[in-house]
C-alpha cells in the first residue's frame, strides 16, 4: 500500500482558528501508526505538479492569480479560503503527489494508494479557488488517467458535494463522477439531476443524503446504484475523494457515519476496478480523532485489511435518498 502524509504539508497557512488545520496532517499519521498499518505502507515521491498538469483542468489565469496573491503575502481567496506565502506551491504538490502515486501504481504491485495532503481540492473549479481548495488535486490526476487512453471514476465520499471536480468533467465521456453529500448543505450543487452535459450525459452520478444518514444506506447505494453504474461505464481506475467530514463527529456537517463504515465503503469500492488501480487522496474532515481513525479504515480496506475502529451504523435517514438517486438513474438510462 501506497501512502503518503508528509509534515510539509503542514505549512499551509488556512489563517488563525480555522477548521482546515496543519494538526489534520499529524491526525493521519498517528491514526495509521496507532491501528498498527506502519508495516503495510510504501512511500509516495512528494512534487510539485507542472503548469502542463495543472492546466488540463484549470485555466491559465487561475494558476496565475493563484501564485501571484501568495507571493504577496496572501490572505483570504473568498470568504473562507485563506492562503500564506507558500500555499500556492503546497497546493501544487499536492496535485504532483497524487500523481506520483498514480505513476508508482502502475509501476509496483502495491495494492493502492492513499495521499494526505493540505490544502484539500475537490471544490476548485476550473477558474477558481473555493471551499478551502486551490487545485483539484484528483482532477489533475483523472485528466492524467484520461490521456494516457485509460477510463477513470472519481469517487467522493466527502460531507460536501464536489462541485469543482464535477464541473471540471460534466461533458467529458472518459471520466465518471460519482458523490454522495450532505442536502441541503454547502456549496449546494449536487442534484440527483445533475447527471453530466453534451458528451458526458450520464457519467455524472449525485446521490444526496439527509443529516444523520448511517452507513447502510450508502452501501446499499453501492449494491442498487453505484456498481451497475461504474461497471456499464467500465473504468480501468478509481480516484476517491476521501473527505472524512461524513462522521458523526465533524463540526462542520451532520452525516451518521462512522470509522466503520468508512472501512466498509472503501472495500466494497475497491471491488469496482481492478486491484493496484485505486488511490485515494484526502479531502475534507475536521475532527481530528474522526480523521485519525477514518484515514487508518480507509488505509487497511485499500490494503485488503479489516478494521473497524468504531461499529459501522445502521437505521438511520437515507433510504428515500438513496431511492430517490436510483429513480433518476433509471430515468436517465
Known amino acids: 500500500m501506497l501512502f503518503s502524509a508528509e509534515s510539509v504539508f503542514e505549512e499551509h497557512d488556512s489563517g488563525a482558528g480555522h477548521p482546515e488545520r496543519p494538526a489534520r496532517m499529524r491526525a493521519v499519521s498517528e491514526g495509521v501508526s496507532r491501528h498498527g498499518l506502519r508495516d503495510l505502507l510504501l ?12 492546466l488540463r483542468v484549470h485555466d491559465a489565469a487561475h494558476l496565475a492569480r493563484t501564485a501571484r496573491f501568495c507571493e504577496l503575502g496572501g490572505g483570504y481567496l473568498d470568504s473562507d479560503t485563506h492562503v500564506g506565502r507558500t500555499s500556492e506551491s503546497l497546493a501544487r504538490k499536492g496535485s ?26 475537490h471544490h476548485a473549479t476550473a477558474a477558481r479557488a473555493m471551499g478551502f481548495c486551490l487545485y ?25 458535494h464536489g462541485n469543482g471536480t464535477q464541473d471540471i468533467f460534466e461533458s467529458d465521456p472518459g471520466v465518471m463522477y460519482v458523490s454522495w453529500h450532505q442536502s441541503p448543505h454547502y456549496p449546494y450543487t449536487g442534484h440527483v439531476e445533475e447527471a453530466g452535459s453534451g458528451a458526458g450525459v450520464g457519467t455524472t452520478l449525485n446521490i444526496p443524503m439527509p443529516a444523520g444518514a448511517t ?15 461504474v461497471e ?13 467530514d461524513a462522521h458523526r463527529a465533524d463540526p462542520l456537517c451532520d452525516l451518521g457515519l462512522t470509522s466503520g463504515d468508512v472501512s466498509d465503503i472503501g472495500a466494497d469500492l475497491a471491488q469496482l476496478v481492478p486491484r493496484g488501480r485505486v488511490a485515494a487522496v484526502l479531502e475534507g474532515g475536521y475532527d481530528l480523532q474522526a480523521v485519525a481513525d477514518c484515514s487508518a479504515a480507509l488505509v487497511a480496506s485499500l ?31
Open 43 to 54: 512511500p509516495v515521491a512528494v512534487r510539485e505538479a507542472t503548469d502542463a498538469e495543472l
Open 96 to 121: 504532483g503527489t497524487l500523481l506520483s502515486a498514480v505513476e508508482a501504481l502502475r509501476d509496483t504491485s502495491a495494492s493502492a494508494a492513499f495521499v494526505a495532503a493540505r490544502p484539500p481540492g
Open 136 to 160: 483539484n488535486h484528483v482532477a489533475v490526476a483523472a485528466a492524467a488517467i484520461r490521456d494516457a487512453g485509460e477510463r477513470v471514476v472519481v469517487v467522493d465520499i466527502d460531507a460536501h
Open 215 to 229: 452507513g447502510d444506506h450508502y452501501r446499499q447505494a453501492i449494491v442498487d446504484l453505484v456498481a451497475p453504474a
Open 232 to 244: 456499464a461505464f467500465g473504468p480501468q481506475w478509481m480516484l476517491i475523494s476521501a473527505g472524512f
Open 303 to 333: 490494503a485488503g485489511v479489516q478494521l473497524h475502529p468504531e461499529p459501522p451504523t445502521s437505521g438511520g435517514p437515507g433510504s428515500t435518498f438513496v431511492e430517490a438517486a436510483v429513480q433518476a438513474r433509471n430515468r436517465l438510462v
